[in-house]
């Protein structure tokens, strides 16, 4: 089969390990996690050998799928976080948030949608290399598949008796298919899910849709308009930030939209919206909190020499509140997240054998503050290091 072919040479793998993984493609193992609204979440494990595939496949192929839509999906990318995602959220001019959460996300996805979905994404990568629009990163590189560049590259010149290289891209796609999905539909659990659902959000359409719903309600402004804000799409969050209030009406228009042009369905139980002058909004974990600079910090800013006149008075009349105070906005854990934390740490100075779980959380507590942690935090952790030291 010529698309087994193409597959170990994408793959650059031996044939018996795609056999292999083909051999065990429904061997998954169900495992139950409960969730914080006490229902069960199913992860379904793959065997270890249908499991080397897709990280392989993930690696050498689905990466290497733009992701270029008119929302930033942020979810599920390397190097990028769900700190990363709210942070995108935390800007001066936002006072309203409102969340979305895409009910079963992955197993939304049905083969059927996924087969019209990989099947795009190919026909955009050969039309590219028909028009010779050569990416950086090809689905086909050519040291590996040279063969296959060959086949395309004869294309427009196809006879009775030629290979038909969009015909071996069908049964490429009817081979990958079994191996990246599970009784018909993706599997949470599996290495390359969350890879596939930001390549349905992208190539969908959906996105695009929500964008101009978003414009031609006036929720998102164009890039001259001081009122701009934020849309972002994090694994099954879509976040949508605003500087004028967001109606009821407009809120159900935009799930009909969603459910009526993608897969998705939205948990209406988990729909959230947040005014910011009655409570700090919560995105992706992290509250958008504002901040008020001490004086000491605003002289520095001042004799920042760095800045023109004009780039420090446009940068305080964004920043200072009517009060003449300097107004920053920043990200945080919930201050519930935080005392459990701080009670961790208590509890590991004694308990030795919660180490590792501190330094997890100090990690994660680094990435969201820098080196301005919590004072909360920061007192017991002092007197967790001097046991430790």
Known sequence: MISKDLLTSVLDWPEEKINKAVLFKDSYRLINRKKKDGSLRKIYAPHPDLKRFQRRFLKYFLYR??????????GFRPKFSYIDNTKEHAQKNVRFVLRLDFRDAFPSVKIEYLRIILKKVLFLEVKGYMEKNYRQR???????????????????????????????????????????????????????????????LCYSGLLEKIYQFLWDNRILFSENDVSMVNSTIYA????????????????????DLIEQESPFKINRQKISYFNRARIAPLVTGLRIVRLVKEEIELENFLSNKDLTYKQKKNILRRTLNKKGKWIITSVSLPKKQIRRIRGLIYRAISEKALAPIIDGHMANLKAIYGQNLPNQIMVPYKKYLITEG
């Open 65 to 74: 799928i733009p992701l270029i839509s008119s929302l930033p999906i942020n």
């Open 236 to 255: 099954d969050d879509l976040t949508i930030s605003s500087s004028e209030p967001i109606s009821r009406s407009s809120i159900n228009q935009l799930i």
């Open 138 to 200: 090809p689905l086909f590189p050519n040291k590996r598949v040279q063969w296959f560049r060959k086949l395309l590259r004869d294309l427009p010149q196809l006879n009775l008796f030629s290979v038909d290289p969009l015909k071996i891209l069908d049964e490429f796609v009817e081979l990958i298919l079994p191996l990246i999905t599970y009784q018909g539909k993706l599997p949470q659990g599996a290495s390359t899910s969350p890879c596939l659902l930001n390549i349905v």
